[in-house]
């Protein structure tokens, strides 16, 4: 917190590291177009990890899981993410305050975009078209304290 003439500015900054794409229970068929056991050379946004569905097969509904929750190689991407605030305490007149407040979230705008893994979408193995955290936000609010 920094304060500046009755004025407190408050900036919280978030950083987390990558965390595993979660993996869609399904049985890996091992063909001549899916050799590499879910490896990609470069990946893009339409190609995030290999996902084709003739790969694919899914696993019936009255067996156990066979296949770990999470890629081993795979990370969803992270961003920093910073979120100041400012706000004022005044009074009016001898005995009541009031607090006049600003927010700002994710003031950067950046934008978090983990690849779509659930089998039955459209999307999967792809990048979503809108991102999966706020865009930027703000906000204002005052407080009457009586």
Same mark, same amino acid.
């Given at each position: 917190?920094?304060?500046?003439?009755?004025?407190?500015?408050?900036?919280?900054?978030?950083?987390?590291?990558?965390?595993?794409?979660?993996?869609?229970?399904?049985?890996?068929?091992?063909?001549?177009?899916?050799?590499?056991?879910?490896?990609?050379?470069?990946?893009?946004?339409?190609?995030?990890?290999?996902?084709?569905?003739?790969?694919?097969? /899914?696993?019936?509904?009255? !067996? =156990?899981?066979?296949?770990?929750?999470? $890629? %081993?190689?795979?990370?969803?991407? +992270?961003?920093?993410?910073?979120?100041?605030?400012?706000?004022?305490?005044?009074?009016?007149?001898?005995?009541?305050?009031?607090?006049?407040?600003?927010?700002?979230?994710?003031?950067?705008?950046?934008?978090?975009?983990?690849?779509?893994?659930?089998?039955? /979408?459209?999307?999967?193995? !792809? =990048?979503?078209?809108?991102?999966?955290? $706020? %865009?930027?936000?703000?906000?204002? +609010?005052?407080?009457?304290?009586?």
């Amino acid at each position: 917190m920094f304060f500046y003439k009755a004025w407190t500015v408050t900036p919280i900054v978030t950083f987390h590291s990558v965390y595993p794409v979660g993996k869609s229970d399904l049985k890996f068929l091992r063909n001549r177009c899916c050799a590499n056991f879910f490896a990609v050379g470069s990946q893009t946004p339409v190609r995030q990890f290999n996902g084709h569905q003739s790969c694919y097969q /899914k696993r019936p509904g009255d !067996r =156990l899981r066979a296949v770990e929750t999470r $890629f %081993p190689n795979i990370f969803n991407p +992270a961003s920093p993410q910073v979120n100041p605030a400012i706000k004022k305490t005044t009074k009016l007149g001898e005995r009541f305050p009031f607090q006049l407040r600003g927010e700002v979230f994710n003031v950067t705008n950046r934008s978090i975009l983990p690849p779509e893994t659930n089998f039955d /979408k459209d999307r999967f193995r !792809r =990048l979503p078209v809108e991102q999966k955290n $706020f %865009p930027r936000l703000a906000q204002v +609010a005052a407080k009457f304290i009586f």
